[in-house]
C-alpha cells in the first residue's frame, strides 16, 4: 500500500477511536467527576501528533517553529519561544533579565514587586535568581493588587514588577504601565492562567518586555500534557532567553537550517583562546535545558487552532454560574473584573464571607463527595508557605486579603469540559449544601 493511502487510512483510524471514546464519556450526574480543568482535545490532535511521531523528528523542529509564529502572531508579541513548562518560563524570564547577555540588566539582590496571592514557581524564579521579591496584597474579587498597593511596595531599588493575571482576569495594565514607566521598571506578565484574556482591546502577555504561558493540561490549552512559552516584547531579549533555554549555548542556529554552516554561515569560525570551535559548543552563559518536543508542539497548533471555540466555552460557562451564584452573594464574595477588562478565566472562584455558618472545608469536602472537583486559589498567602520559611523576601503592608484567600476561597472549573448537563448538576448539588445555611448576623 502506498505510504499517503497508509496515511489516510491512520487517520480515519484515529477518528473512528476518538469518536467511540467520546460516546463512552456521557455524563452521568453523581457517577462521574466533574473535574475542575483537564486536557479537552479531539481527533486532529491525535492526527497531529501521530503524523509527527512518524515523521521521525522528535526534537523541536518545524512544527515548534510554526507554534512559536503562530502564538507570537495571537498574542502580539515581537517573538515567542517555547519552553517545557510554565514555571520554566518564568525561570528564564528572571535569568534574562539578570543577565550579563542583557544590557539592561538587574543586578542581583534587587527588588521585585509581586503579590503574595500567587503560584509557587512565579516567587520561585525570582528567588532562584538572587532576587527579592517584595509581596503585595490583592483585592477580593479580582484576585489581583491595586495600583495603589504596587505603589506603596516601590523602593530605590525596586527593578521590575512580576505580575500575574490571577485565574486570567487582567490587571489594570494601563496604570501599571505608567507607574513602571515613571520609575524606570520593566514589568513581566505572568500570563499563565490568561491566554485569551484581554485588556482594553489588547491581549495580556503583550503589555511588559516578557509574558509567560502555561500549556499544562488544567490550562486553557495543553502541549500533550506539559508546555509553556516565553513571550518576548524586548527583541534584545529573544537571543538571551535562547541561550538559557538551549543548555548557555551561544548558537542561535535552528534545526530548521540545511546549510551545515547554519543559520550564521559561520557555524566553524569561531574561538576560544585562538582555538577554532564548533558555534554549537560555545558556552555564553550556563544555562537549562528547557525545551519541550516536537510531538508537543505539534498537539499545540491543533490546541490553538481549536482554541476559539474553547475560550468562547470558558466565557459561556463562567457567566452561567455568576448568574446563578448572584443568588447567593451573601455568602460568597464573587469574582470581578474591571471595565477595560475581558477575561478569559481560568476558573470561577468563591470567597466565603465573614461570619456564614459553613467553613470552606466543609462545603469542598461536600463538593468532592459528590464528585464536583475543587482547588484553593494556588499559595494563597505565600509567605505562610512552608517553602518561604528559609527565604529573603519583603511584605509591603499587610496581607490581610491574601490571608483571607488561604483561609476562605477555594474554585470550581469551567473549561470547555463543562457541559449544560454539568453546570445543572453543580447548580442543584450548590442548592442543597446552600439551602441549610444562611449568613449569620
Known amino acids: 500500500m502506498k505510504k499517503h493511502l497508509l496515511k489516510n487510512k491512520v487517520h480515519k483510524l484515529l477518528r473512528q477511536y476518538y469518536k467511540i471514546t467520546q460516546l463512552e464519556k456521557k455524563f452521568i450526574p453523581g457517577k462521574h467527576k466533574v473535574r475542575y480543568s483537564g486536557s479537552f482535545y479531539g481527533s486532529e490532535e491525535l492526527i497531529q501528533m501521530t503524523d509527527t511521531m512518524l515523521g521521525g523528528w522528535f526534537g523541536l523542529g518545524i512544527k515548534g517553529d510554526m507554534l512559536e509564529k503562530a502564538l507570537s502572531l495571537y498574542i502580539g508579541s515581537n517573538s515567542t519561544l517555547l519552553t517545557n513548562s510554565g514555571s520554566s518560563a518564568s525561570l528564564l524570564c528572571m535569568a534574562s533579565i539578570t543577565s550579563d547577555l542583557y544590557s539592561d540588566r538587574i543586578e542581583k539582590g534587587a527588588e521585585i514587586i509581586t503579590p503574595a496571592c500567587t503560584f509557587a514557581t512565579t516567587a520561585a524564579a525570582i528567588v532562584h535568581m538572587g532576587m527579592t521579591p517584595v509581596f503585595t496584597d490583592i483585592d477580593l474579587g479580582t484576585y489581583n493588587p491595586n495600583i495603589q498597593m504596587i505603589e506603596e511596595a516601590i523602593t530605590p531599588i525596586t527593578r521590575a514588577i512580576f505580575i500575574p493575571h490571577t485565574l486570567g482576569n487582567p490587571n489594570e495594565m494601563e496604570k501599571i504601565m505608567k507607574v513602571a ?14 491566554l485569551g484574556s484581554e485588556y482594553d482591546g489588547k491581549k495580556t502577555g503583550s503589555f511588559g518586555i516578557l509574558a509567560t504561558c502555561s500549556f499544562y493540561p488544567a490550562h486553557h490549552i495543553t502541549m500533550a500534557g ?54 554549537k559548543y560555545l558556552f555564553l552563559t550556563l544555562g537549562f535545558n528547557l525545551k519541550p518536543v516536537e510531538i508537543q508542539a505539534a498537539m499545540g497548533l491543533a490546541q490553538l487552532h481549536r482554541f476559539p471555540t474553547m475560550a468562547s466555552a470558558r466565557r459561556r460557562n463562567f457567566a452561567q454560574l455568576l448568574r446563578f451564584f448572584k443568588t447567593y452573594e451573601n455568602l460568597f464574595i464573587l469574582p470581578r473584573s474591571l471595565p477595560k477588562a475581558n477575561p478569559c478565566w481560568f ?4 470567597t466565603i ?18 464528585l464536583i472537583e475543587t482547588r484553593t486559589v494556588f499559595a494563597g498567602n505565600i509567605v505562610r ?41 453543580i447548580q442543584e448539588t450548590f442548592d442543597a449544601f446552600l439551602s441549610r445555611h444562611s449568613r449569620s448576623n
Open 347 to 350: 476558573s470561577f472562584p468563591l
Open 226 to 279: 506539559e508546555g509553556g512559552a516565553v513571550f518576548i516584547n524586548d527583541p534584545r531579549l529573544h537571543r538571551v532567553i535562547l541561550s538559557f533555554r538551549n543548555w548557555g549555548r551561544g548558537c542561535w542556529c535552528t534545526s530548521l537550517e540545511k546549510d551545515r554552516n547554519g543559520a550564521c554561515r559561520n557555524r566553524f569560525n569561531f574561538k576560544i583562546d585562538d582555538i577554532p570551535i564548533d558555534h
Open 353 to 370: 464571607r465573614d461570619k456564614v455558618t459553613f467553613t470552606r472545608s466543609q462545603i469542598t469536602q461536600y463538593l468532592e463527595r459528590h
Open 385 to 425: 508557605q512552608p517553602a518561604l520559611r528559609r527565604v529573603k523576601y519583603k511584605i509591603s503592608n499587610l496581607l490581610t486579603n491574601s490571608d483571607k484567600v488561604l483561609k476562605d476561597t477555594f474554585f470550581i472549573g469551567i473549561g470547555p469540559h463543562i457541559t449544560y448537563s454539568h453546570l445543572q448538576y
Open 181 to 194: 514607566q515613571k520609575h524606570k521598571l520593566l514589568v513581566i506578565e505572568d500570563n499563565c492562567d490568561a
